[in-house]
């Protein structure tokens, strides 16, 4: 059925960039509401950002809007998260995520599809 694989973490010192890639399988794929989000110990899952699959509708939390762009390659059934400009306060596991239809939205539970996630940590 859907799979949802990332790739592209890993170590970044603070003010450099990292693209993380979310590769997407499963029928109707441009039918999919596609989202990244991060956690850390002791808080909760968050949306960093969504979108459609048609780029339509876009959804960044506030920390990041301005430094992290997401972007998918319909030929490649990837979704792409580009974060640049990153701070130490990006350290998290990002997760990529996906719901059937509807607008992006920032409550994990919304989400059906989930990945394995992908650790970034960002240095001082």
């Known amino acids: 059925q859907v799979q949802l694989v990332e790739s592209g973490g890993g170590l970044v010192q603070a003010g450099y960039s990292l693209r993380l890639s979310c590769a997407v399988s499963g029928r109707t794929v441009s039918r999919y509401t596609m989202g990244w989000f991060r956690q850390v110990p002791g808080k909760e899952r968050e949306l960093v950002a969504g979108m459609t699959w048609s780029g339509g509708s876009t959804l960044y939390a506030d920390s990041v809007k301005g430094r992290f762009t997401i972007s998918r390659d319909n030929a490649k059934n990837t979704v792409y998260l580009e974060m640049n400009s990153l701070k130490r306060e990006d350290t998290a596991v990002y997760y990529c995520?996906?719901?059937?239809?509807?607008?992006?939205?920032?409550?994990?539970?919304?989400?059906?599809?989930w990945g394995q996630g992908t650790q970034v940590t960002v240095s001082s």
């Open positions: 995520a996906a719901k059937y239809w509807a607008i992006p939205t920032p409550r994990p539970g919304d989400y059906d599809y």
